[in-house]
């Protein structure tokens, strides 16, 4: 494994932002950087030529500007939350709304907004990039945050959350990555996908999830069979089947010559497809966001996103690279 560590630029209040690249030895590489903890890079070698799969910016200045939180961290809590004050076992707290009257990935708060701190170390067959600080916010308690990329030799990726609190509080962080397999301004409609999941959530026009769970089948969320994805627009959450055989996402280029799996121990994933250039309606973004459920706190059988104090919790997910030539 190879790890290169190398400024990536100046803040304005002239903090350094640092780029964390780890390389293995088919050469797939990704790159962290501290800002926000973002997933800035994940390329692979195809015929000794490099191939970006992210949806991604190769200036700083492009990530302090980034509505769409392009590769950011979120959280603590990723989504939408559809309150704004919280009683969690006695832990009260009040949090600013910044969309419609909600909290979309919590605000004034986020993980996405900071700089970390990084550090990067070879483990041999794998190498990783370990990012810490504590937030001490809008939230309740003093949270203790790490977020970890490890990449192995055998194109696995795992990005691993954890979290400790001084006190009861809410804890469902995420990586906002954006995915394009052919290059990040082409046409995605075309792109396979398939998500391991038989129900989504019902959402308001404001994207909060109402509460209701509803079936996919004949819907345009039906992707239990992999197929394109055509040209609808999807800002919405599957319920992961639990009893899964398999990863719960999976998605192929058109010719079907290399296939990125996503799975995670929570029981949700959120789709969106977007396309950061304003001038043009063709969707280049797919956002795969592997989380609990949107809104979970506020919806019994959502899931548990509660962070009781003093203990920790942590979330993995995992990423695979599958190439037709490496069958």
């Given at each position: 494994?190879k790890v290169?560590?190398k400024?990536?630029g100046?803040?304005?209040?002239?903090?350094?932002?640092?780029?964390?690249t780890?390389?293995?030895i088919?050469?797939?590489?990704?790159?962290?950087?501290?800002?926000?903890?973002?997933w800035?890079s994940?390329?692979?070698?195809?015929?000794?030529?490099?191939?970006?799969?992210l949806?991604?910016?190769d200036?700083?200045?492009a990530?302090?500007?980034?509505p769409f939180h392009?590769?950011?961290?979120?959280?603590?809590?990723?989504?939408?939350?559809?309150?704004?004050?919280?009683?969690?076992n006695?832990?009260?707290f009040?949090?600013?709304?910044?969309?419609?009257?909600?909290?979309?990935?919590?605000?004034?708060?986020?993980?996405?907004a900071?700089?970390?701190?990084?550090?990067?170390?070879?483990?041999?067959?794998?190498?990783?990039i370990?990012?810490?600080?504590?937030f001490?916010?809008?939230?309740?308690?003093?949270?203790a945050?790490?977020v970890?990329y490890?990449l192995?030799?055998?194109?696995?990726l795992?990005i691993?959350?954890?979290?400790?609190?001084?006190?009861?509080?809410l804890?469902n962080?995420m990586?906002h990555?954006?995915f394009?397999?052919?290059?990040?301004?082409?046409?995605?409609?075309r792109?396979?996908?398939q998500?391991?999941?038989r129900q989504?959530?019902?959402?308001?026009?404001?994207?909060?999830?109402?509460?209701?769970?509803i079936?996919n089948?004949?819907?345009k969320f039906?992707?239990?069979?992999?197929h394109?994805?055509?040209?609808?627009?999807?800002?919405?959450?599957?319920?992961l089947d639990?009893?899964?055989q398999g990863?719960?996402?999976g998605?192929?280029?058109?010719?079907?010559?290399?296939?990125?799996?996503?799975?995670s121990?929570?029981?949700?994933?959120?789709?969106f497809?977007?396309?950061p250039d304003?001038?043009?309606d063709?969707?280049?973004?797919?956002?795969?966001?592997?989380?609990?459920?949107?809104?979970?706190?506020n919806?019994?059988?959502?899931?548990?996103?509660?962070?009781?104090?003093?203990?920790?919790k942590?979330?993995?997910?995992?990423?695979?690279?599958?190439k037709?030539?490496?069958?």
């Amino acid at each position: 494994m190879k790890v290169v560590e190398k400024d990536f630029g100046q803040l304005p209040d002239g903090k350094i932002v640092t780029a964390f690249t780890l390389e293995n030895i088919k050469h797939t590489q990704i790159t962290a950087i501290s800002y926000g903890a973002t997933w800035q890079s994940f390329s692979v070698e195809r015929d000794g030529v490099k191939q970006e799969l992210l949806v991604q910016f190769d200036d700083l200045a492009a990530y302090l500007d980034n509505p769409f939180h392009f590769g950011n961290t979120i959280g603590r809590v990723g989504g939408r939350l559809s309150k704004t004050d919280y009683d969690i076992n006695g832990a009260h707290f009040t949090l600013t709304p910044n969309d419609h009257g909600n909290v979309l990935h919590s605000g004034i708060n986020g993980f996405d907004a900071v700089n970390w701190h990084g550090e990067a170390r070879n483990l041999g067959t794998a190498a990783e990039i370990n990012f810490t600080r504590t937030f001490d916010d809008e939230f309740a308690g003093q949270l203790a945050a790490q977020v970890t990329y490890r990449l192995d030799d055998e194109d696995r990726l795992d990005i691993i959350f954890s979290g400790v609190s001084t006190e009861n509080t809410l804890f469902n962080p995420m990586t906002h990555v954006y995915f394009n397999l052919v290059g990040k301004d082409q046409d995605i409609s075309r792109h396979k996908l398939q998500i391991a999941s038989r129900q989504h959530l019902e959402v308001d026009n404001h994207a909060i999830p109402t509460g209701n769970v509803i079936d996919n089948q004949n819907t345009k969320f039906d992707f239990a069979h992999l197929h394109a994805l055509g040209q609808e627009h999807y800002d919405d959450a599957w319920l992961l089947d639990s009893s899964r055989q398999g990863e719960g996402v999976g998605l192929t280029s058109p010719d079907e010559s290399l296939t990125l799996t996503v799975d995670s121990d929570r029981n949700g994933v959120v789709v969106f497809t977007a396309n950061p250039d304003d001038s043009s309606d063709i969707k280049t973004a797919l956002a795969i966001e592997m989380q609990t459920l949107p809104d979970a706190v506020n919806h019994e059988g959502f899931g548990d996103i509660v962070l009781p104090a003093n203990e920790t919790k942590t979330y993995t997910v995992t990423y695979q690279i599958k190439k037709s030539e490496d069958k």
